[in-house]
């Protein structure tokens, strides 16, 4: 085995030469590996599946899930542009999240997504108006609520009573029954979503169920559904979690669905991309305190925010394996805030300038990047056997500053 690690086939040690650290590395074969996946697993139902942008944007990923025939799940105008510049398909595009203007409606609309899962009575009628004015015909799919517990960390569950997200079980029907009156909306599909990093799929099956006893409730109303969105929210293996099996997934949504005329839709997303991309970062100090030793490093929570945001864990390893003392650290960036952690109680063999690897950062990091204490976001990079590729550079302290300082005044 190498004591050097590489993406694909090239090294680490190259790709931080070339393109500097810190630095966000994808590899295409891993993004394609994922994708297969769903698709093997869940060949007999033949679903739709529309990657969830959100997880990771990069118009390079959005292209490369676009050419594999996915759709796509978006929250935002913003979203739905990348979509487009990427060469998605707007007809294979579910547009989700709680709060869509009338201008993301409009744009929406003239674009002609799928349909738009709707997570309240307002925003059903705010698209019934919109619609109205444009002279179309909305398509639209309720998300549902379907209280359901996905036991995963409280921040990115998404299927309770407590929670912000879609139209309470108990209020389905008289919700679809006002879809139904406005004349602009065009019913289609019935959606939920119920948490994300999920491990454990039975909660998914669950969801399911409920929500098939609400499209019998439906039909027997005469409001027939033409697709089922189950969402996304299947976990990866950060640490010592337990292995997702799609296939018995697959095969439990295959028993419900067999005698059923339902189009099945899902949204992956943190499981089409966070194992296929790293963080690449250079140790800048190690620094032995009082009461433990810090590694010093030049990424930080701006770069990757899910340690600070959830406590989440992600294995940082050397890309270089040395035969040294190893020391117990917590690896840490230079931002100004005690959050500001990329793991903690970490025993690592490694010096200063040493580069680390931190796994599974192909989703949500670069996503979630911001600029605090004036960083600028880091570099990306895509990986395809022995080539490699820039898909976003590096930005720099000019571009940082150039809008802002057309607005300088000599009075300020």
């Given at each position: 085995?190498?004591?050097?690690?590489?993406?694909?086939?090239?090294?680490?040690?190259?790709?931080?030469?070339?393109?500097?650290?810190?630095l966000y590395v994808y590899s295409q074969t891993e993004l394609a590996h994922a994708q297969r996946k769903y698709a093997d697993a869940f060949a007999v139902l033949n679903p739709l599946l529309c990657y969830a942008v959100k997880a990771n944007g990069n118009l390079s990923v959005l292209r490369h899930f676009a050419q594999l025939g996915c759709g796509f799940d978006i929250v935002s105008g913003g979203e739905l542009a990348r979509v487009l510049v990427a060469g998605g398909d707007a007809g294979k595009t579910i547009f989700s999240g709680v709060g869509k203007t009338e201008a993301e409606i409009e744009r929406a609309l003239n674009a002609g997504v799928l349909c738009f899962n709707v997570e309240s009575l307002p925003e059903l009628d705010r698209i019934n108006a919109v619609a109205e004015r444009l002279g179309k015909s909305a398509p639209i799919s309720l998300r549902i609520n379907p209280d359901v517990d996905a036991k995963t960390h409280p921040y990115i569950s998404t299927g309770l009573k407590a929670n912000k997200f879609g139209i309470a079980y108990a209020d389905a029907e008289v919700a679809y029954q006002h879809a139904n009156s406005l004349p602009y909306l065009q019913i289609v599909g019935i959606d939920c979503h119920i948490g994300s990093q999920l491990t454990d799929l039975s909660p998914f099956i669950e969801a399911l169920d409920r929500l098939l006893l609400l499209a019998d409730k439906l039909a027997e109303a005469g409001i027939v559904l033409q697709h089922i969105d189950l969402?996304?929210?299947?976990?990866?293996?950060?640490?010592?979690?337990?292995?997702?099996?799609?296939?018995?997934?697959?095969?439990?949504?295959?028993?419900?669905?067999?005698?059923?005329?339902?189009?099945?839709?899902?949204?992956?997303?943190?499981?089409?991309?966070?194992d296929a991309g790293v963080l690449l970062t250079r140790i800048e100090y190690i620094k032995h305190g009082e009461e433990k030793n810090f590694i010093i490093v030049d990424a930080a929570m701006n770069d990757l925010m899910r340690p600070a945001l959830y406590d989440a864990y992600h294995v940082i390893e050397p890309v270089v394996h040395k035969n040294i003392a190893p020391i117990t650290a917590d690896v840490v960036g230079p931002i100004c805030e005690s959050s500001d952690f990329l793991g903690k109680d970490r025993v690592l063999a490694a010096e200063?300038?040493?580069?680390?690897?931190?796994?599974?950062?192909?989703?949500?990091?670069?996503?979630?990047?911001?600029?605090?204490?004036?960083?600028?976001?880091?570099?990306?990079?895509?990986?395809?056997?022995?080539?490699?590729?820039?898909?976003?550079?590096?930005e720099s302290i000019e571009q940082l500053l150039s809008d802002e300082q057309r607005y300088l005044s000599n009075n300020d």
């Open positions: 085995m190498s004591d050097i690690f590489f993406c694909e086939d090239v090294s680490f040690v190259d790709l931080a030469q070339i393109y500097g650290t810190p969402g996304g929210g299947v976990g990866i293996v950060y640490h010592n979690e337990t292995v997702p099996d799609l296939h018995r997934y697959a095969a439990e949504v295959a028993q419900r669905l067999a005698d059923r005329r339902l189009k099945l839709i899902l949204e992956p997303g943190r499981s089409l991309v966070g200063a300038g040493d580069l680390l690897l931190i796994r599974s950062a192909g989703a949500y990091a670069a996503g979630m990047a911001s600029n605090y204490n004036t960083r600028c976001r880091a570099a990306e990079v895509l990986v395809n056997g022995s080539q490699h590729r820039l898909i976003r550079q590096r």
